[in-house]
């Protein structure tokens, strides 16, 4: 459309609607911003310059006139503010669409689903990196807001760039015509009930990333997953399908004989895989299909593949020393994250949690802890923490000390993971922190 001089209200700042606004700035249109957190300094100056009229979010700011409605991702679609702007047939879409009308056309992958978005986005990107150089690029819900990437790189004049792009139902709910040339949904899982309305609507948010998709755009489907076979049924695809299975070898993309095989081609031995458990075996099959639809040979594949250690903080492998493997979890804050990072193993994990007490309930953790063989607690919530979790944990004060104590017990064969299953902030000034401070001692070892 054009945005001149039309009056567009961008709901909610953070990162991706500043990135609008600047967007918005230079195609030359008349902004409002509606916020309710207070704003700083910095931020008010940079609205002042943009020309920005700024509202809070009362009432009455939704009963004024705009041509367009440029919605955060974090304003929910079961909102009063969202209810009443449809209300008023005011056209809403979110900076992922504000950002694919203005550019030039690109090669977009998009990725979606429960979990495993940021994981699958970033090797994409890896293996676009190896391919397509320069022109490979990576944002949307994984932390660069798309409109970012469109004024970094000109999109408005520039195309023919690679862009992985993970994307949230959030950023589906209001798309118009946001096509990608290649999309997948990992998977499909209870979420974001408080903020849908219902499971049937979450679950139908993530099939609106293949909705404009044509005959010769590629959607790679989990042949796996029931519930996402029940919504593609619900919802057909209008465009090439991919699918592909762990478990058999009647799909497009497979696994056997200890390779991933893609359209019966052997491609890439799972031996190259560096990243634990079965749900990061489904992470590369997908990353490998993109890639080999876009032309990128087998050896680029399994030369990126083998290079990759994981997305940081994410059961993040750091070495491996007299045969003990070191993975950097810090980004587990909570039982959740953690009984994820321990499904990944089967034996001899030494577990060191502990950090800022939240004063979270480790019931559910206990049945997960078959494949650990001790726990050490350290900081102000190890020693509750662990004394949840078991009988005779190892306590200790810091997290040099937990990896010092780790390293006295462990024996080849076993795994030391950090995963906290708690905030950091006792130590720390976040989970980066943290991470960033373990890989450090476990590679001065």
Not at 1 to 19: P, Q
Not at 100 to 119: E, S
Not at 238 to 263: E, N, P, R
Not at 267 to 285: A, D, S, T, Y
Request: proline content about 3%.
């Amino acid at each position: 459309m054009e945005y001149k001089n039309k009056r567009v209200l961008v709901v909610g700042l953070a990162r991706s609607g500043m990135a609008a606004i600047r967007v918005l700035h230079k195609l030359g249109a008349r902004i409002y911003l509606s916020e309710k957190k207070e704003l700083s300094p910095e931020e008010k100056a940079l609205l002042e310059e943009l020309n920005v009229t700024i509202y809070n979010q009362d009432p009455e700011v939704f009963e004024k006139d705009y041509d367009l409605v440029v919605k955060n991702p974090g304003v929910p679609p079961v909102s009063n503010i969202v209810k009443r702007l449809n209300e008023r047939k005011i056209p809403i879409i979110t900076e992922i669409e504000l950002a694919f009308d203005v550019a030039k056309p690109q090669h977009y992958v998009a990725i979606t689903g429960t979990n495993g978005k940021t994981t699958t986005t970033t090797i994409v990107y890896e293996l676009l990196k190896t391919a397509f150089k320069d022109k490979a690029l990576v944002g949307g819900n994984i932390g660069t807001p798309l409109c970012e990437l469109v004024l970094e790189h000109n999109l408005f004049n520039n195309d023919g760039y690679y862009i992985s792009l993970e994307i949230s139902n959030h950023q589906l709910v209001d798309i118009d015509r946001f096509r990608p040339q290649i999309a997948t949904i990992i998977n499909l899982t209870p979420d974001h009930l408080e903020t849908m309305g219902s499971l049937d609507a979450y679950y139908k948010s993530k099939t609106e990333v293949y909705r404009n998709m044509k005959d010769e755009d590629i959607f790679i489907l989990n042949s796996d997953d029931e519930v996402l076979r029940e919504y593609v049924e619900k919802y057909p695809i209008h465009c090439k399908i991919q699918s592909f299975s762990l478990d058999k070898d009647d799909t497009y993309a497979y696994v056997k004989d200890g390779y991933i095989f893609v359209d019966n081609e052997k491609v890439l031995p799972l031996e190259c895989i560096h990243l634990v458990g079965r749900h990061n075996v489904q992470n590369v099959i997908i990353s490998v299909m993109a890639a080999k639809a876009l032309g990128i040979s087998n050896e680029d594949i399994c030369s990126t593949i083998s290079s990759f250690k994981g997305v940081e903080h994410r059961i993040e492998f750091v070495r491996e020393l007299n045969g003990i493997k070191y993975y950097n979890d810090s980004k587990g804050t909570n039982t959740d994250a953690t009984i994820t990072a321990l499904d990944s193993f089967e034996k001899g994990v030494i577990l060191l949690v502990g950090g800022y007490e939240k004063g979270l309930d480790m019931a559910p953790m206990r049945k997960h802890l078959g494949c650990v063989k001790k726990i050490i607690g350290y900081g102000v919530a190890g020693r509750r923490i662990a004394g949840d979790l078991v009988e005779d944990p190892i306590i200790v004060t810091t997290l040099n000390e937990a990896v010092a104590e780790a390293v006295k017990i462990a024996t080849a064969g076993d795994i030391v993971l950090l995963s906290p299953t708690t905030s950091s902030f006792d130590q720390y000034s976040g989970y980066e922190e943290r991470g960033r401070h373990f890989k450090e001692i476990v590679n001065s070892l």
